[in-house]
């Protein structure tokens, strides 16, 4: 009788902190926003003869509410390794562009049986193989750019070696130094010789309400922003295509356009997993969300987010 009583006050305690861990996890959180500022961006120069296309590498599904704050628990959300290739008159960049051919040796090698089961999802074709199929010289690459470098940005490396791949020197020093730590970035990304890094750093040219930035070709078409947080050097890029279309990819500073729209960050304990400054990256996020309120012509483009990816030209059609 006794033992079934401790075993009864056992299991009332074990569902007490069950119930209290999910309604923390789960509970919808916005993050503190922003006093209402001008968030307003900048109209290109020029944007003559860009067009880009998008394409994805992979893909997971999920509960919603495990992507962010206040998602649903009975709607699915559609996760993707995507990239977008973008035709410049001066060059070609691949911005991201999902997991790469290594992408299983490099699981294998990096993560443990559990977080080879977070992280499992269906591969597609990567990068290269799309282009090869599509009778697309993967050799009109000019250059990568990445958001960042954890594993999931970075396992493009590989897969263009000699192309220069451009992300700020903030990112690439933080993604050096954590590597040996941090489960979210894989070292042969990062040390291959074969590399042609060109990292850049952001300047002190404020645009819209980001302080600093970076025009790569000087015409306003593609301008990278700084969206520190889920790693120190994260960047987000606006680019601005031949039809006047105008995009923001935004990386993984929010992995829902939902979650920008509504402020929502990611749930505890998937930022303790994934975004190295957590409060950097809620104060991002609140700036995010205040240049969605201003500016409703841009379209968001987070990398995971399946159905907004979704909304460009798929490729190989460009627009
Ligand atoms: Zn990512």
New binding site residues.
């Given amino acids: 009788m006794r033992i079934l009583k401790i075993t009864g006050s056992v299991l009332a305690v074990l569902l007490i902190s069950l119930l209290a861990f999910f309604t923390y996890q789960f509970w919808p959180r916005t993050v503190e926003t922003l006093a209402d500022i001008n968030a307003k961006i900048p109209a290109p120069t020029t944007s003559t003869g860009v067009r880009i296309s998008a394409f994805s590498t992979g893909y997971n599904e999920s509960p919603e509410a495990v992507i962010y704050s206040g998602g649903s628990v009975f709607e699915t959300h559609k996760s993707v ?1 995507s990239g977008f290739i973008i035709e410049h008159p001066k060059a070609t960049i691949l911005l991201e562009g999902g997991v790469g051919e290594n992408i299983g040796a490099e699981h294998a090698a990096n993560f443990n049986a559990f977080e080879r089961q977070l992280f499992a999802y269906t591969k597609t074709q990567t990068a290269r193989e799309r282009m090869i199929g599509a009778n697309y010289d993967p050799s009109k690459i000019d250059r990568v750019l990445l958001t ?1 470098l ?1 594993w ?2 970075g396992a493009v490396i590989p897969d263009f070696d000699g192309v220069p791949i451009m992300t700020t020197n903030a990112e690439l020093a933080f993604a050096r130094a954590e590597a040996p730590t941090n489960f979210s970035i894989f070292e042969e990304h990062l040390n291959r010789k074969n590399t042609n890094w060109q990292p850049f750093d952001l300047s002190d040219v404020p645009y819209g309400p980001f302080k600093q930035s970076f025009d790569m070709f000087l015409d306003g078409s593609i301008v990278a922003v700084p969206l520190g947080g889920h790693t120190n050097g994260s960047i987000g890029v606006f680019v601005t295509t031949d039809q006047g279309q105008r995009y923001f990819f935004i ?2 500073a929010s992995w829902s356009l939902d979650a920008v729209k509504n402020a929502n960050p990611k749930i505890p304990l998937v930022q303790g997993l994934v975004d190295h400054d957590k409060a950097q990256t809620e104060l991002t996020l609140a700036l995010l969300h205040e240049v969605y309120k201003d500016n409703p012509e841009i379209q968001f483009v987070p ?2 987010d399946g159905p907004i990816v979704d909304l460009l030209a798929q490729f190989p059609k460009f627009e």
């Fill in positions: 390794y960042h954890h999931d940005h990386g993984d990398t995971h």
